[in-house]
Protein backbone atom coordinates (compact mmCIF):
# COMPACT_ATOMS: atom_id res chain seq x y z
CA UNK A 1 0.00 0.00 0.00
CA UNK A 2 1.18 3.54 -0.83
CA UNK A 3 2.09 6.22 1.64
CA UNK A 4 -0.66 8.85 2.22
CA UNK A 5 1.06 12.45 2.14
CA UNK A 6 -1.13 13.40 4.81
CA UNK A 7 -0.52 9.90 6.91
CA UNK A 8 1.42 12.33 9.97
CA UNK A 9 -1.13 12.41 12.21
CA UNK A 10 -2.65 8.98 11.90
CA UNK A 11 -2.01 6.07 13.98
CA UNK A 12 -3.99 3.28 12.43
CA UNK A 13 -4.64 2.53 8.42
CA UNK A 14 -7.37 3.70 6.34
CA UNK A 15 -10.46 0.83 6.38
CA UNK A 16 -9.94 -0.73 2.76
CA UNK A 17 -13.61 -0.35 2.19
CA UNK A 18 -13.54 3.19 2.77
CA UNK A 19 -10.48 3.92 1.21
CA UNK A 20 -12.30 3.09 -1.93
CA UNK A 21 -15.07 4.94 -0.91
CA UNK A 22 -13.59 8.25 -0.30
CA UNK A 23 -11.31 7.94 -3.56
CA UNK A 24 -11.74 10.11 -6.65
CA UNK A 25 -9.15 8.44 -9.27
CA UNK A 26 -11.37 6.51 -10.93
CA UNK A 27 -13.10 9.57 -12.38
CA UNK A 28 -10.67 12.44 -11.85
CA UNK A 29 -7.71 10.59 -13.83
CA UNK A 30 -9.02 12.19 -16.63
CA UNK A 31 -7.66 15.35 -15.47
CA UNK A 32 -4.02 14.42 -15.39
CA UNK A 33 -2.60 16.31 -18.08
CA UNK A 34 -4.11 19.39 -16.23
CA UNK A 35 -2.71 18.78 -13.16
CA UNK A 36 0.43 18.39 -14.35
CA UNK A 37 0.10 21.29 -16.45
CA UNK A 38 -1.03 23.36 -13.59
CA UNK A 39 1.90 22.47 -10.95
CA UNK A 40 4.69 23.00 -13.79
CA UNK A 41 2.93 26.47 -13.83
CA UNK A 42 3.27 26.64 -9.61
CA UNK A 43 6.72 25.45 -9.84
CA UNK A 44 7.88 27.56 -12.29
CA UNK A 45 6.46 30.32 -10.30
CA UNK A 46 7.91 28.89 -6.84
CA UNK A 47 11.12 29.39 -7.87
CA UNK A 48 10.61 32.63 -9.49
CA UNK A 49 9.69 33.84 -5.93
CA UNK A 50 12.73 32.97 -4.72
CA UNK A 51 10.31 30.22 -2.60
CA UNK A 52 12.06 27.42 -3.78
CA UNK A 53 15.60 26.74 -5.93
CA UNK A 54 15.75 26.97 -9.74
CA UNK A 55 17.47 23.74 -9.89
CA UNK A 56 14.50 22.30 -7.93
CA UNK A 57 12.06 23.62 -9.57
CA UNK A 58 13.71 21.78 -13.13
CA UNK A 59 13.55 18.68 -11.51
CA UNK A 60 10.17 19.67 -10.64
CA UNK A 61 9.14 19.97 -13.96
CA UNK A 62 11.21 17.34 -15.87
CA UNK A 63 9.69 14.70 -13.57
CA UNK A 64 6.38 15.75 -14.32
CA UNK A 65 6.81 15.85 -17.81
CA UNK A 66 8.47 12.37 -17.50
CA UNK A 67 5.09 11.38 -15.60
CA UNK A 68 2.92 12.75 -18.74
CA UNK A 69 4.68 10.83 -21.11
CA UNK A 70 4.64 7.62 -18.80
CA UNK A 71 0.58 8.07 -18.28
CA UNK A 72 0.13 8.58 -22.05
CA UNK A 73 2.20 6.09 -22.82
CA UNK A 74 -0.16 3.82 -20.89
CA UNK A 75 2.67 3.21 -18.20
CA UNK A 76 1.06 4.39 -15.23
CA UNK A 77 -0.66 2.47 -12.96
CA UNK A 78 -3.16 4.58 -10.55
CA UNK A 79 -3.79 3.62 -6.77
CA UNK A 80 -6.84 3.68 -5.14
CA UNK A 81 -4.99 4.33 -1.75
CA UNK A 82 -3.46 7.22 -3.10
CA UNK A 83 -7.47 8.60 -3.59
CA UNK A 84 -6.94 11.08 -6.46
CA UNK A 85 -5.17 12.22 -9.29
CA UNK A 86 -3.35 15.45 -7.63
CA UNK A 87 -1.71 12.26 -4.81
CA UNK A 88 -1.39 9.57 -7.51
CA UNK A 89 0.82 12.15 -9.34
CA UNK A 90 2.61 13.68 -6.49
CA UNK A 91 3.22 10.56 -5.04
CA UNK A 92 4.90 9.43 -8.29
CA UNK A 93 7.27 12.33 -8.79
CA UNK A 94 8.94 11.98 -5.45
CA UNK A 95 9.14 8.20 -6.24
CA UNK A 96 10.85 9.75 -9.28
CA UNK A 97 12.96 12.43 -8.63
CA UNK A 98 13.33 12.24 -4.16
CA UNK A 99 12.66 14.37 -1.65
CA UNK A 100 12.87 17.79 -3.87
CA UNK A 101 9.77 16.56 -5.46
CA UNK A 102 7.77 17.16 -1.58
CA UNK A 103 8.50 20.97 -2.21
CA UNK A 104 5.88 21.08 -5.14
CA UNK A 105 2.69 21.49 -2.98
CA UNK A 106 4.48 24.50 -1.40
CA UNK A 107 1.97 27.17 -1.03
CA UNK A 108 -0.81 24.97 -2.69
CA UNK A 109 -3.63 22.64 -1.32
CA UNK A 110 -5.38 20.00 -2.86
CA UNK A 111 -8.60 22.77 -2.64
CA UNK A 112 -7.64 25.43 -5.20
CA UNK A 113 -5.41 22.29 -7.18
CA UNK A 114 -8.74 20.92 -7.56
CA UNK A 115 -10.66 24.03 -8.53
CA UNK A 116 -7.58 24.70 -10.83
CA UNK A 117 -7.67 21.19 -12.56
CA UNK A 118 -11.30 21.65 -13.41
CA UNK A 119 -11.25 24.69 -14.67
CA UNK A 120 -8.52 23.70 -17.32
CA UNK A 121 -9.99 20.94 -18.53
CA UNK A 122 -13.57 22.25 -19.16
CA UNK A 123 -11.89 25.35 -20.83
CA UNK A 124 -10.27 23.20 -23.11
CA UNK A 125 -13.69 21.15 -23.48
CA UNK A 126 -15.79 23.90 -24.38
CA UNK A 127 -13.66 24.77 -27.05
CA UNK A 128 -14.09 21.13 -28.63
CA UNK A 129 -17.95 21.37 -27.71
CA UNK A 130 -18.21 24.71 -29.77
CA UNK A 131 -16.33 23.30 -32.76
CA UNK A 132 -19.07 20.56 -32.86
CA UNK A 133 -21.78 23.29 -32.34
CA UNK A 134 -19.99 24.88 -35.18
CA UNK A 135 -20.55 21.69 -37.55
CA UNK A 136 -24.05 21.12 -36.49
CA UNK A 137 -24.68 25.51 -37.37
CA UNK A 138 -22.80 24.19 -40.33
CA UNK A 139 -24.79 21.77 -41.60
CA UNK A 140 -28.16 23.74 -40.91
CA UNK A 141 -27.06 26.82 -43.22
CA UNK A 142 -26.22 24.29 -45.72
CA UNK A 143 -29.03 21.85 -45.72
CA UNK A 144 -31.54 25.29 -45.50
CA UNK A 145 -29.49 26.92 -48.75
CA UNK A 146 -29.69 23.72 -50.77
CA UNK A 147 -33.43 23.10 -50.18
CA UNK A 148 -34.41 26.65 -50.32
CA UNK A 149 -38.03 26.78 -52.01
CA UNK A 150 -38.91 23.35 -50.49
CA UNK A 151 -42.37 23.70 -48.74
CA UNK A 152 -43.38 22.37 -45.61
CA UNK A 153 -46.54 22.90 -43.59
CA UNK A 154 -45.82 25.19 -40.32
CA UNK A 155 -47.55 23.86 -37.40
CA UNK A 156 -48.96 25.61 -33.84
CA UNK A 157 -50.53 22.82 -31.32
CA UNK A 158 -49.10 20.15 -34.51
CA UNK A 159 -52.29 21.22 -36.49
CA UNK A 160 -51.34 22.70 -39.82
CA UNK A 161 -50.73 26.70 -38.83
CA UNK A 162 -49.41 28.23 -42.35
CA UNK A 163 -46.89 27.26 -44.54
CA UNK A 164 -43.54 28.11 -44.24
CA UNK A 165 -40.28 27.11 -46.20
CA UNK A 166 -38.22 24.16 -44.81
CA UNK A 167 -35.04 26.39 -45.08
CA UNK A 168 -36.71 28.37 -42.34
CA UNK A 169 -37.79 25.91 -40.03
CA UNK A 170 -34.00 24.78 -40.23
CA UNK A 171 -33.28 27.93 -39.76
CA UNK A 172 -34.87 28.14 -36.19
CA UNK A 173 -32.81 25.31 -34.82
CA UNK A 174 -29.69 27.61 -36.10
CA UNK A 175 -30.99 30.65 -34.28
CA UNK A 176 -31.55 28.22 -30.80
CA UNK A 177 -27.77 26.87 -31.30
CA UNK A 178 -26.54 30.77 -31.91
CA UNK A 179 -27.89 31.31 -28.10
CA UNK A 180 -26.29 28.15 -27.09
CA UNK A 181 -23.30 29.11 -28.37
CA UNK A 182 -23.61 32.97 -26.59
CA UNK A 183 -23.98 30.51 -23.33
CA UNK A 184 -21.01 28.88 -23.55
CA UNK A 185 -19.12 32.25 -24.37
CA UNK A 186 -20.57 34.23 -21.42
CA UNK A 187 -19.77 31.44 -18.87
CA UNK A 188 -16.33 30.93 -20.47
CA UNK A 189 -15.95 34.37 -19.41
CA UNK A 190 -16.85 33.66 -15.88
CA UNK A 191 -14.74 30.18 -16.11
CA UNK A 192 -11.31 31.95 -17.28
CA UNK A 193 -9.97 32.76 -13.92
CA UNK A 194 -7.05 31.25 -11.76
CA UNK A 195 -8.20 30.05 -8.26
CA UNK A 196 -4.52 28.73 -7.30
CA UNK A 197 -2.81 30.56 -4.65
CA UNK A 198 -6.11 30.00 -2.57
CA UNK A 199 -4.21 27.59 -0.73
CA UNK A 200 -6.72 25.55 1.71
CA UNK A 201 -9.28 28.35 1.89
CA UNK A 202 -7.41 31.35 3.12
CA UNK A 203 -4.57 32.14 1.22
CA UNK A 204 -0.97 31.12 1.71
CA UNK A 205 2.58 32.40 3.69
CA UNK A 206 4.47 32.39 0.63
CA UNK A 207 5.16 35.16 -1.09
CA UNK A 208 3.59 33.79 -4.42
CA UNK A 209 2.82 35.52 -8.03
CA UNK A 210 -0.82 34.43 -9.01
CA UNK A 211 -0.81 36.74 -11.92
CA UNK A 212 2.67 35.30 -13.17
CA UNK A 213 0.89 31.79 -12.95
CA UNK A 214 -2.56 32.79 -14.38
CA UNK A 215 -0.79 34.51 -17.27
CA UNK A 216 1.12 31.18 -17.82
CA UNK A 217 -1.57 29.08 -17.69
CA UNK A 218 -3.76 31.70 -20.60
CA UNK A 219 -6.19 32.76 -17.65
CA UNK A 220 -7.40 36.29 -18.27
CA UNK A 221 -7.23 37.21 -14.53
CA UNK A 222 -7.43 35.68 -10.99
CA UNK A 223 -10.40 35.07 -8.58
CA UNK A 224 -10.50 37.64 -5.66
CA UNK A 225 -11.70 35.77 -2.85
CA UNK A 226 -9.88 32.55 -1.36
CA UNK A 227 -12.47 31.08 0.52
CA UNK A 228 -14.96 31.76 -2.25
CA UNK A 229 -11.93 30.06 -5.15
CA UNK A 230 -11.79 26.92 -3.28
CA UNK A 231 -15.60 26.58 -2.72
CA UNK A 232 -16.86 27.86 -6.24
CA UNK A 233 -18.43 25.44 -8.74
CA UNK A 234 -20.80 27.59 -10.62
CA UNK A 235 -18.78 27.29 -13.81
CA UNK A 236 -19.40 23.88 -13.59
CA UNK A 237 -23.21 24.50 -12.72
CA UNK A 238 -23.02 26.97 -15.70
CA UNK A 239 -21.97 24.60 -18.18
CA UNK A 240 -24.04 22.13 -16.89
CA UNK A 241 -27.77 24.72 -17.37
CA UNK A 242 -26.41 25.87 -20.64
CA UNK A 243 -25.83 22.25 -21.86
CA UNK A 244 -29.16 21.46 -20.18
CA UNK A 245 -30.77 23.56 -22.23
CA UNK A 246 -28.68 22.58 -25.65
CA UNK A 247 -30.18 19.32 -25.12
CA UNK A 248 -33.66 20.47 -24.68
CA UNK A 249 -32.95 22.51 -28.20
CA UNK A 250 -31.75 18.84 -29.54
CA UNK A 251 -34.48 16.76 -27.92
CA UNK A 252 -36.87 18.89 -29.77
CA UNK A 253 -34.89 18.90 -32.77
CA UNK A 254 -35.02 15.22 -32.88
CA UNK A 255 -38.29 14.73 -32.19
CA UNK A 256 -39.31 16.40 -35.31
CA UNK A 257 -36.88 14.38 -37.26
CA UNK A 258 -38.56 11.16 -35.64
CA UNK A 259 -42.15 12.64 -36.76
CA UNK A 260 -41.03 13.58 -40.41
CA UNK A 261 -39.55 10.35 -40.51
CA UNK A 262 -42.57 8.45 -40.06
CA UNK A 263 -44.50 6.92 -42.95
CA UNK A 264 -47.65 9.03 -41.49
CA UNK A 265 -45.38 12.13 -42.37
CA UNK A 266 -43.21 11.11 -45.22
CA UNK A 267 -41.05 14.76 -45.16
CA UNK A 268 -37.51 12.92 -44.98
CA UNK A 269 -35.33 10.41 -45.04
CA UNK A 270 -32.66 9.55 -42.60
CA UNK A 271 -29.66 8.09 -43.94
CA UNK A 272 -29.25 4.56 -42.71
CA UNK A 273 -25.87 5.09 -40.93
CA UNK A 274 -28.57 6.86 -38.55
CA UNK A 275 -30.77 4.06 -38.55
CA UNK A 276 -31.38 0.18 -37.38
CA UNK A 277 -33.75 -2.59 -38.03
CA UNK A 278 -36.06 -4.42 -36.02
CA UNK A 279 -35.68 -8.04 -35.36
CA UNK A 280 -38.73 -9.11 -35.81
CA UNK A 281 -40.57 -6.45 -38.31
CA UNK A 282 -38.69 -6.78 -41.46
CA UNK A 283 -40.41 -3.24 -42.90
CA UNK A 284 -38.78 -1.42 -39.82
CA UNK A 285 -36.03 1.37 -40.26
CA UNK A 286 -35.99 2.92 -36.67
CA UNK A 287 -34.60 6.49 -35.94
CA UNK A 288 -32.54 5.62 -32.74
CA UNK A 289 -30.02 8.33 -33.19
CA UNK A 290 -32.73 11.10 -32.99
CA UNK A 291 -34.16 9.19 -30.32
CA UNK A 292 -31.53 8.75 -28.08
CA UNK A 293 -30.30 12.19 -28.23
CA UNK A 294 -33.92 12.85 -26.74
CA UNK A 295 -33.42 10.19 -24.39
CA UNK A 296 -29.91 11.57 -23.34
CA UNK A 297 -31.79 15.18 -22.69
CA UNK A 298 -33.01 13.09 -19.34
CA UNK A 299 -29.21 12.14 -17.69
CA UNK A 300 -28.08 15.66 -19.09
CA UNK A 301 -31.11 17.51 -17.03
CA UNK A 302 -30.42 14.85 -14.08
CA UNK A 303 -26.92 15.90 -13.86
CA UNK A 304 -27.52 19.49 -13.59
CA UNK A 305 -30.06 18.26 -10.94
CA UNK A 306 -27.39 16.57 -9.13
CA UNK A 307 -25.40 18.96 -9.34
CA UNK A 308 -26.80 21.93 -7.80
CA UNK A 309 -28.00 19.50 -4.74
CA UNK A 310 -24.71 18.22 -4.38
CA UNK A 311 -23.84 22.67 -3.96
CA UNK A 312 -26.88 23.20 -1.82
CA UNK A 313 -26.35 24.20 1.83
CA UNK A 314 -22.40 23.79 1.98
CA UNK A 315 -20.98 25.50 4.15
CA UNK A 316 -17.65 27.34 3.15
CA UNK A 317 -15.33 26.62 1.95
CA UNK A 318 -14.49 23.18 0.42
CA UNK A 319 -15.99 20.45 1.89
CA UNK A 320 -15.83 16.57 0.41
CA UNK A 321 -19.12 16.57 -1.10
CA UNK A 322 -17.62 18.60 -3.66
CA UNK A 323 -15.70 15.81 -4.78
CA UNK A 324 -19.25 14.52 -6.64
CA UNK A 325 -18.82 17.81 -8.81
CA UNK A 326 -17.21 15.24 -11.34
CA UNK A 327 -19.03 12.44 -12.80
CA UNK A 328 -21.44 15.01 -13.23
CA UNK A 329 -19.89 17.43 -15.08
CA UNK A 330 -18.19 14.92 -17.24
CA UNK A 331 -20.93 12.70 -18.30
CA UNK A 332 -22.63 16.04 -19.26
CA UNK A 333 -19.69 17.21 -21.36
CA UNK A 334 -19.27 13.37 -23.31
CA UNK A 335 -22.69 13.20 -23.73
CA UNK A 336 -23.15 16.80 -25.58
CA UNK A 337 -20.23 16.16 -27.20
CA UNK A 338 -21.35 12.82 -28.46
CA UNK A 339 -25.07 14.21 -28.78
CA UNK A 340 -23.58 16.89 -31.03
CA UNK A 341 -21.19 15.05 -33.05
CA UNK A 342 -23.98 12.50 -33.88
CA UNK A 343 -26.46 15.25 -34.98
CA UNK A 344 -23.87 17.26 -37.08
CA UNK A 345 -23.57 14.18 -39.36
CA UNK A 346 -27.07 12.79 -39.56
CA UNK A 347 -28.49 16.48 -40.70
CA UNK A 348 -25.52 16.97 -43.11
CA UNK A 349 -27.08 13.20 -44.53
CA UNK A 350 -30.93 13.98 -44.47
CA UNK A 351 -32.72 14.06 -47.94
CA UNK A 352 -35.85 15.85 -48.12
CA UNK A 353 -39.34 14.62 -50.16
CA UNK A 354 -40.10 17.91 -51.55
CA UNK A 355 -43.20 16.44 -52.96
CA UNK A 356 -44.49 15.27 -49.93
CA UNK A 357 -44.22 17.84 -47.78
CA UNK A 358 -45.18 20.25 -49.96
CA UNK A 359 -48.87 17.93 -50.38
CA UNK A 360 -49.21 18.55 -46.86
CA UNK A 361 -48.86 22.02 -46.61
CA UNK A 362 -51.51 22.68 -49.13
CA UNK A 363 -53.94 20.41 -46.71
CA UNK A 364 -55.70 21.92 -43.64
CA UNK A 365 -56.57 24.93 -45.42
CA UNK A 366 -52.91 26.77 -44.69
CA UNK A 367 -53.65 29.74 -46.43
CA UNK A 368 -56.78 30.86 -44.49
CA UNK A 369 -55.14 33.55 -42.93
CA UNK A 370 -54.12 34.78 -46.20
CA UNK A 371 -57.80 35.53 -47.31
CA UNK A 372 -58.53 37.25 -44.09
CA UNK A 373 -55.58 39.47 -44.07
CA UNK A 374 -56.64 40.24 -48.05
CA UNK A 375 -59.88 41.01 -46.80
CA UNK A 376 -58.49 42.99 -43.75
CA UNK A 377 -56.61 45.00 -46.91
CA UNK A 378 -60.44 45.25 -48.08
CA UNK A 379 -61.01 47.91 -45.12
CA UNK A 380 -62.80 45.05 -42.98
CA UNK A 381 -62.24 44.59 -39.25
CA UNK A 382 -59.94 41.50 -38.40
CA UNK A 383 -62.64 39.88 -36.43
CA UNK A 384 -64.96 40.03 -38.79
CA UNK A 385 -62.55 38.82 -41.42
CA UNK A 386 -61.81 35.90 -39.10
CA UNK A 387 -65.85 35.49 -38.55
CA UNK A 388 -66.02 35.50 -42.78
CA UNK A 389 -62.89 33.17 -43.12
CA UNK A 390 -64.55 30.62 -40.69
CA UNK A 391 -67.48 29.96 -42.49
CA UNK A 392 -65.37 30.05 -45.51
CA UNK A 393 -63.53 26.82 -44.11
CA UNK A 394 -66.42 25.16 -42.68
CA UNK A 395 -67.89 25.15 -46.21
CA UNK A 396 -65.17 24.44 -47.93
CA UNK A 397 -64.86 21.25 -45.15
CA UNK A 398 -68.49 20.61 -46.07
CA UNK A 399 -67.86 20.62 -49.99
CA UNK A 400 -64.57 18.54 -49.70
CA UNK A 401 -62.57 21.73 -51.03
CA UNK A 402 -59.42 23.20 -50.58
CA UNK A 403 -59.90 27.26 -50.36
CA UNK A 404 -57.68 27.85 -53.33
CA UNK A 405 -60.38 25.32 -55.29
CA UNK A 406 -63.38 28.33 -54.58
CA UNK A 407 -64.88 29.50 -57.44
CA UNK A 408 -65.20 33.38 -57.45
CA UNK A 409 -68.87 32.86 -56.59
CA UNK A 410 -68.35 30.58 -53.48
CA UNK A 411 -66.02 33.04 -52.40
CA UNK A 412 -68.63 36.16 -52.29
CA UNK A 413 -70.99 33.74 -50.69
CA UNK A 414 -68.75 35.03 -47.68
CA UNK A 415 -67.77 38.57 -48.53
CA UNK A 416 -68.18 40.98 -51.77
CA UNK A 417 -65.12 42.49 -50.90
CA UNK A 418 -63.48 39.65 -52.49
CA UNK A 419 -62.26 40.03 -56.38
CA UNK A 420 -60.51 37.62 -59.02
CA UNK A 421 -57.08 38.49 -57.22
CA UNK A 422 -58.13 36.47 -54.40
CA UNK A 423 -56.12 33.63 -56.49
CA UNK A 424 -52.48 35.45 -56.06
CA UNK A 425 -53.07 35.42 -52.51
CA UNK A 426 -53.74 31.56 -51.60
CA UNK A 427 -51.40 30.12 -52.98
CA UNK A 428 -48.33 28.38 -51.43
CA UNK A 429 -46.07 30.55 -52.58
CA UNK A 430 -48.08 33.44 -52.55
CA UNK A 431 -48.78 32.78 -48.58
CA UNK A 432 -44.99 32.39 -47.88
CA UNK A 433 -43.71 35.14 -50.26
CA UNK A 434 -46.29 37.68 -48.54
CA UNK A 435 -43.87 37.07 -45.15
CA UNK A 436 -41.34 39.48 -45.91
CA UNK A 437 -40.16 41.63 -42.61
CA UNK A 438 -37.14 40.30 -41.07
CA UNK A 439 -37.37 36.91 -39.34
CA UNK A 440 -40.76 36.16 -41.84
CA UNK A 441 -40.47 33.21 -44.03
CA UNK A 442 -40.79 35.00 -47.71
CA UNK A 443 -37.73 33.36 -49.80
CA UNK A 444 -36.12 36.70 -49.36
CA UNK A 445 -36.06 37.48 -45.70
CA UNK A 446 -35.04 33.71 -45.33
CA UNK A 447 -32.37 34.48 -48.26
CA UNK A 448 -31.07 37.63 -45.94
CA UNK A 449 -30.95 35.20 -42.90
CA UNK A 450 -28.63 32.82 -44.25
CA UNK A 451 -26.20 35.22 -46.30
CA UNK A 452 -26.15 37.09 -42.33
CA UNK A 453 -25.27 33.72 -40.54
CA UNK A 454 -22.66 33.08 -43.43
CA UNK A 455 -21.27 36.53 -43.20
CA UNK A 456 -21.42 36.04 -39.10
CA UNK A 457 -19.70 32.87 -39.37
CA UNK A 458 -16.79 33.99 -41.65
CA UNK A 459 -16.34 36.80 -38.41
CA UNK A 460 -17.28 39.19 -41.01
CA UNK A 461 -20.19 40.85 -38.18
N1 LIG B 1 -10.31 14.53 -4.76
C1 LIG B 1 -10.71 15.78 -4.20
C2 LIG B 1 -11.89 16.35 -4.96
O1 LIG B 1 -12.07 15.94 -6.05
C3 LIG B 1 -9.59 16.76 -4.25
C4 LIG B 1 -9.65 17.79 -3.18
C5 LIG B 1 -9.51 17.12 -1.89
N2 LIG B 1 -9.31 18.01 -0.82
C6 LIG B 1 -9.40 17.61 0.46
N3 LIG B 1 -9.15 18.48 1.36
N4 LIG B 1 -9.75 16.39 0.77
O2 LIG B 1 -12.64 17.19 -4.48
Given at each position: ??????????T?????F?E???????????????D??????H?????RQ?I??????????????A??AD???????F?????????????????????V???????R????Q??L??????R????????????L????L???E???G?????????????P????H???A??E?LR??A??F?D??????????????L?????P?????????LG?????????D???????????C????????H??RF??????????????????????T???????KK???????V???T????G???G?L?????L??????????????L???????TG???????M??????K?????????R??????DV??Y?V???VP??????IV?KT?????E????????????????SE????D????????A??????????????A?E????L??R??????
Amino acid sequence: MSKKPWAGRFTQPTDQFVEAFTASIDFDQRLYRYDIQGSIAHARMLARQGIIGDGEAQAIVDGLEAILADIEGGDFEFSVSLEDIHMNIEARLIERIGPVGGKLHTARSRNDQVALDIRLYLRDELNRIREYLDRLQEALLDQAESNLGVIMPGYTHLQTAQPVLFSHHLLAYYEMLRRDAGRFADLFKRLNVLPLGAGALAGTTFPIDREFVAEQLGFAGVTRNSLDSVSDRDFALEFCAAAAILMMHLSRFSEELILWSSADFDFITLSDAFCTGSSIMPQKKNPDVPELVRGKTGRVYGNLMGLLTVMKALPLAYNKDMQEDKEPLFDTLDTVTGCLKVFADMVAQLSVKADSMRQAAARGFSTATDVADYVVRKGVPFRDAHEIVGKTVRYCIEQGKDIPELSLAEFRRFSEHIDQDIYDYVTLEASINARRATGGTAREAVEREIALARRERAGRI
